[in-house]
């Protein structure tokens, strides 16, 4: 989609979403997977990844500077091998198939990180996963691909981490590196090997970066007053109809 085709109702729906990735960016954990059947079903696939991924960098950025010193590193590099892995074989794959069918393995990736939700929020048992190289294997690889594929990572990481049981600036610290330099390493993806990431992607993230901004400095304001269970489930009523409507076209 052109950005001269865009309506006012398509550019407020599109800042509300980028006011969205702020918000997550800020603390608001999870509400960001919203935007992705939205950006899709606007963009298409990769069109749609490449647009919000200048946007999940400029908000990376600043969460990273906000919790600079709350950062475990031997998690990231435990993750980091098996995400390039991931990040990898998500790279051949969306090479490899149409657009429709790129949407349609978003789709159910973000599907999967919908459920990964459910059960965490109703859930009564503490997920622990074993401290060995497999499973830091597994959530890496399972968080590679799913991010290149669909920039749907945020659930299977928040569970990885949050089993891990890090203290909570920890949790957030160390999920904002990850994703930094994920992101850092997608953006060639996206504009050698996909050539997705073009001047008309960037012009329509760069009007929507003052957003990113403003939900950031709302999401540091809301997450002290807002109740975060109700708040959670609109997000995932939301994301599962945006989702529902990726498959119907």
Request: charged share 10%; net charge positive.
């Amino acid at each position: 989609m052109l950005i001269e085709t865009l309506s006012g109702q398509d550019w407020l729906i599109l800042a509300l979403c980028a006011l969205t990735i702020g918000g997550n960016k800020a603390g608001l954990r999870g509400i960001s997977i919203i935007v992705i059947p939205i950006f899709a079903s606007y963009f298409g696939g990769k069109a749609s990844s490449s647009t919000v991924l200048p946007l999940l960098l400029l908000g990376d950025l600043f969460s990273v500077y906000i919790y600079r010193k709350s950062i475990k590193w031997s998690y990231l590099k435990q993750l980091l091998p098996s995400t390039l892995l991931g990040l990898t074989a998500g790279m051949f794959l969306g090479q490899m198939v149409p657009d429709r069918i790129f949407i349609f393995v978003m789709a159910v990736f973000i599907l999967i990180c919908l459920m990964l939700m459910i059960y965490k929020e109703y859930s009564s048992r503490n997920l622990i996963l074993p401290d060995h190289w497999a499973a830091h294997g597994a959530a890496g690889f399972t968080g590679g691909i799913s991010t290149i594929m669909g920039n749907a990572a945020g659930p299977i990481m928040a569970l990885y981490l949050l089993s891990m049981n890090l203290p909570k600036k920890v949790f957030i610290g160390t999920g904002a590196v990850f994703f930094f330099i994920v992101n850092l390493i997608k953006i060639p993806i996206h504009l050698f090997v996909w050539e997705s990431l073009t001047w008309e992607t960037l012009k329509i993230s760069l009007f929507l970066s003052p957003f990113i901004l403003l939900g950031l400095f709302l999401g540091l304001k809301l997450v002290r007053v807002i109740p975060e269970r109700p708040f959670r489930m609109f997000v995932i009523l939301g994301t599962l109809i945006g989702t529902i409507k990726l498959f119907v076209g």
